[in-house]
């Protein structure tokens, strides 16, 4: 990350952190999802989310892409009731609305 501060695909970060840590370790995999945990956790690498609309209807709460429980974003009503008009990630702020949305791509920037 320290050379090029920005690198455009999950799959070339996964197989330069693979490289990089075989030298320790042979043995060493990293999983897509555990990168991207890593990744946000850190602090130091932000995490910009390319998504794609389904045409299903978004009813997870739990985030597909660090794994942590969303937070549901609601809004008032003219009746004063409150709706519930989708859901937002804390950690890593990926979001959600009545439609499904489906992370197709992650562009990682070293802060």
Known sequence: MADSKV?????RLQKILIRELKKKDPDYE?????LRR???KSGEITLEIHCRDSPEKAESTTCP????KMQSMKNKTLYDWEVV???RCTLCG?????KKR??????FRLK
């Open 7 to 11: 690198i455009n695909s999950q799959q």
């Open 102 to 107: 489906i992370p197709v791509r992650y562009v």
């Open 94 to 98: 990926y979001w959600t609305g009545s």
């Open 65 to 68: 892409v660090c794994g942590s």
């Open 85 to 87: 008009v989708g859901h």
């Open 38 to 40: 890593m990744a946000v």
């Open 30 to 34: 990293l999983t897509p999802q555990r």
